[in-house]
Structures are given as C-alpha cells and as structure tokens.
C-alpha cells in the first residue's frame, strides 16, 4: 500500500468544524482513500473512504484534492466523543490479494477536543 | 446486529507458554483479519482468513497462527510467548474479500510475564 502523511497531533474546539489533512502523493489509479478512527480503549472504527470524488456519511466529509495526492476528512461539529487517533489509509482492491492483505496504519493523527 | 466479539478479553500468560484467542464475526461476515497493536509498532496486520483459508500473511513469525471455521469463526494463536507479544489483538470481520469496509472488535490484551 503506498504511504500517507499526517500531522502528529491536531487540537480543536467542541462544536467547531476540524479539517485533518493527509498527503499521499505516491497514490495510485486504483487506490481508495480510506479513513479509519481509534477511540480510546476501543478498537479503530471505519469512518469515511473515497475514490476521487467527494464523499458525505454521517459521520464526516472526504475532500479529495483533484490530483488525489492529499485528501481532507472533515468533522462538520466536533463533539468530545471525537477525540481519537484518526488514520488516514491507501488501499487498492486490484492489488495481490484483492486488497485483502490488511490494513497499513501509520501513526495516524491525534485529535485533542477541548470543551 | 451484534457486532465482532473477541474473547477472552484480557489475559496473562507468562513466557514460553502458548495462547488461543477466538474471534466471532458480525454474522454474514466471510472475511476475518488480525492485527497487533503495540504502543511501539502501532497497528500491524497479522494474517487474514476467508473460507476457511489463510489468504493473506503479515510479517510476523511463524509462532503466530490462526484457522477460521466453516461458521467463519476464527481464532489465532501465538506459540513459545515472548514478552515482546504482549499487545492488543484485534479482530476485524468484513462481507468478503472485495474491498470492503472492515469492522473491528473490542481486543484482547495480552500480557506476558
């Protein structure tokens, strides 16, 4: 799976919008942008994925740039519930394996809320 | 729908021991995966398992193995523990091996003495 980057750590207040970025400019044709939440002692939950255009659920908004080399999942009001280790994720369905060779999480992005 | 349940839920064993941990998926669900989570390494995928056949491996040694059942229940386990295994195993169902949104259960922590 090709590599994302994102901010370590991210700060925002409750009941405002947050914008987690990640990059990905290594993404290929057939990657999907994938995001995936941590809530603390919980294990990761799905949150959004996309391929190029841009995609609402109720739980956030995908921002795919035009190149697809970075993406934006934004949280429209953040409540304290959203505090958790966010991870942005390539994955290609067409790869060896159907895209069933698992998850790549990197370090993800820490969102703090403070009330 | 219930979601994917792992249990036992927590666990201590202690070095050289050997160790089975079960996964039930959401029903429906064909596809199981697992994964290692250690505060150094963070997430890592171990070995999925569709059909009752390993599909696909991670990198990890040979210790650690796992089955599913013909009810697509699976389990995983990690031979010879070393303390360096301790760690969060978590379990994730999906509907099957097209690329689908996977679901993750709660975790067992494993703790090795």
């Known amino acids: 799976d090709a590599k994302t980057t994102q901010p370590n750590s991210m700060e925002s207040n409750e009941e405002e919008p947050v914008h987690l970025p990640c990059n990905h400019s290594?993404?290929?044709?057939?990657?999907?942008i994938h995001w995936y939440r941590q809530l603390p002692s919980q294990g990761p939950e799905y949150v959004i994925h996309?391929?190029?255009s841009n995609v609402n659920n109720r739980m956030a908004s995908l921002a795919i740039a035009e190149d697809r080399k970075s993406s934006t999942l934004i949280l429209h009001r953040a409540t304290l519930r959203d505090a958790a280790v966010y991870y942005c994720?390539?994955?290609?369905?067409?790869?060896?394996?159907?895209?069933?060779?698992?998850?790549?999480f990197g370090k993800g992005t820490h969102l703090i809320i403070q009330p | 729908k219930a979601g994917v349940t792992q249990t036992p839920r927590y666990l201590i064993k202690t070095r050289g021991q050997q160790v089975t941990l079960s996964c039930s998926p959401i029903?429906?669900?064909?596809?199981v995966s697992w994964y290692q989570q250690t505060p150094g390494q963070g997430l890592q995928f171990l070995f999925e398992?569709?059909?009752?056949?390993?599909?696909n491996k991670g990198n990890f040694p040979g210790r650690f193995s796992g089955r599913q059942f013909s009810n697509s229940r699976s389990e995983m386990n990690v031979s010879t523990l070393e303390l360096g295994d301790s760690a969060l195993y978590l379990c994730?169902?999906?509907?099957?091996?097209?690329?689908?949104?996977?679901?993750f259960g709660p975790g067992t922590r494993l703790t090795v003495l």
């Open positions: 994720i390539l994955r290609d369905p067409l790869s060896e394996g159907g895209g069933a060779d698992g998850l790549t």
């Open positions: 398992y569709f059909s009752e056949t390993q599909r």
């Open positions: 029903s429906g669900h064909r596809s």
């Open positions: 994730a169902s999906s509907l099957d091996r097209v690329y689908n949104e996977q679901f």
């Open positions: 290594t993404i290929s044709g057939t990657d999907y």
């Open positions: 996309g391929l190029t």
